[in-house]
């Protein structure tokens, strides 16, 4: 079954859901309303490979550098201010 986006027209929230081909546009789970439509979902291109949890780490262990970083420079022109 596919994961389809969908859009309220009651309320305009936008949610996802599991929902099989033919079958029926699902209820907003916000408002209950039956006022649902699907939406068109970007494609992502065949190129692109799909973003796993080794990419997500090191991303972080990159900001984490970049910050302590930022701490050492900051710290290192408070020293060099208070002389």
Same mark, same amino acid.
């Given at each position: 079954m596919p994961i389809y986006e969908f859009e309220c027209g009651k309320c305009g929230s =936008?949610?996802?859901e599991l929902v099989k081909s033919g079958a029926s546009a699902p209820a907003c789970p916000s408002c209950k309303s039956s006022r649902t439509r699907r939406r068109l979902s970007p494609v992502s291109p065949p190129g692109r490979l799909p973003r796993g949890a080794k990419v997500r780490? +090191?991303?972080s262990q =990159? =900001? &984490?550098? &970049?910050a $302590? =970083? +930022?701490d050492r420079i900051a710290d $290192?022109?408070?020293a060099r201010g208070s002389r």
């Open positions: =936008r949610f996802e780490d +090191s991303e =990159r =900001r &984490e550098r &970049e $302590a =970083r +930022s $290192a022109k408070k």
